[in-house]
């Protein structure tokens, strides 16, 4: 039969593996329930067994608030535009681990801090290394946490930006959101000849092409990888500005309906 006497609620808190203080505050709140036994607290085996359970059991973890993701974001700022390349990645890699996903860290805490550094040095207040430095920590930063989900993938995703458009962050940040989308992407970066780029779809099981475009110079030749790819029977989705990633992501969807359902 097991033993049912009372546990002292200093051998209760190591059972639980807490500190004495803590069980005595779960005691005084009410949390675990306990008697008083010659002038000192005791616990019943039933209360004690039970409470372990219950902590046992896992909990869903909300993830960060937008509150949090602003205050976040201004930290990123600072250290972007001062170069902090160690702080950048621990900011953006605490809140992964905290539940924020991939698209929302892009959207709400990197992508500000971007915008503004650009703004400065269009305004003529720092120097274009800067702007430089901040992208390519970024870069980094998405290149570490880039996630892999579990399940069947929805299909393979191939990302770049033709010759000419020598922005590679945009493409980053999309296969980045892509990814954790649950697809498998082939991330080509900018800059891509455009015959190389339809060659490379051609001779690769790609299900959709996902064109950034941040030079509206390029028309022309975007438009003519457009055509090719069509042509091959390749989906292509194109991002630029003023879309955002839950844009690009819904219009990769439905350009893929058949298989995009994971």
């Given at each position: 039969m097991p033993n049912q006497l009372p546990v002292a609620l200093r051998a209760a808190a190591a059972e639980l593996g807490v500190h004495y203080q803590?069980?005595?505050?779960?005691?005084?709140?009410?949390?675990?329930?306990?008697?008083?036994?010659?002038?000192?607290?005791?616990?019943?085996?039933?209360?004690?067994?039970?409470?372990?359970?219950?902590?046992?059991?896992?909990?869903?973890?909300?993830?960060?608030?937008?509150?949090?993701?602003?205050?976040?974001?201004?930290?990123?700022?600072?250290?972007?535009?001062?170069?902090?390349?160690?702080?950048?990645?621990?900011?953006?890699?605490?809140?992964?681990?905290?539940?924020?996903?991939?698209?929302?860290?892009?959207?709400?805490?990197?992508?500000?801090?971007?915008?503004?550094?650009?703004?400065?040095?269009?305004?003529?207040?720092?120097?274009?290394?800067?702007?430089?430095?901040?992208?390519?920590?970024?870069?980094?930063?998405?290149?570490?946490?880039?996630?892999?989900?579990?399940?069947?993938?929805?299909?393979?995703?191939?990302?770049?930006?033709?010759?000419?458009?020598?922005?590679?962050?945009?493409?980053?940040?999309?296969?980045?959101a892509l990814r954790a989308d649950n697809w498998r992407v082939e991330h080509l970066g900018a800059d891509m000849p455009p015959d190389e780029l339809v060659e490379f779809c051609a001779t690769h099981d790609i299900t959709v092409a996902v064109l950034s475009v941040t030079n509206s110079h390029l028309e022309a030749v975007v438009q003519h990888v457009v055509t090719a790819l069509r042509e091959s029977a390749t989906p292509v989705v194109i991002g630029g500005p003023g879309r955002t990633l839950d844009d690009l992501l819904a219009e990769v969807r439905a350009a893929t309906p058949q298989i995009s359902t994971p």
């Amino acid at each position: 039969m097991p033993n049912q006497l009372p546990v002292a609620l200093r051998a209760a808190a190591a059972e639980l593996g807490v500190h004495y203080q803590t069980a005595y505050r779960w005691v005084r709140n009410g949390r675990l329930p306990a008697t008083v036994v010659a002038g000192k607290y005791s616990v019943s085996r039933l209360d004690l067994d039970e409470f372990a359970q219950l902590r046992a059991r896992p909990t869903a973890v909300s993830a960060p608030s937008l509150q949090r993701l602003d205050g976040q974001a201004a930290r990123m700022h600072e250290a972007l535009r001062s170069g902090d390349d160690p702080t950048a990645r621990q900011i953006a890699r605490r809140l992964v681990d905290d539940g924020t996903p991939v698209k929302d860290l892009i959207v709400q805490v990197l992508s500000p801090p971007l915008r503004q550094i650009g703004q400065s040095w269009h305004d003529g207040e720092i120097s274009i290394w800067v702007e430089h430095r901040a992208s390519a920590i970024v870069e980094r930063i998405l290149g570490e946490l880039t996630p892999t989900p579990r399940g069947r993938r929805r299909g393979t995703a191939m990302v770049a930006a033709v010759s000419g458009d020598q922005h590679a962050l945009p493409t980053a940040m999309a296969a980045a959101a892509l990814r954790a989308d649950n697809w498998r992407v082939e991330h080509l970066g900018a800059d891509m000849p455009p015959d190389e780029l339809v060659e490379f779809c051609a001779t690769h099981d790609i299900t959709v092409a996902v064109l950034s475009v941040t030079n509206s110079h390029l028309e022309a030749v975007v438009q003519h990888v457009v055509t090719a790819l069509r042509e091959s029977a390749t989906p292509v989705v194109i991002g630029g500005p003023g879309r955002t990633l839950d844009d690009l992501l819904a219009e990769v969807r439905a350009a893929t309906p058949q298989i995009s359902t994971p």
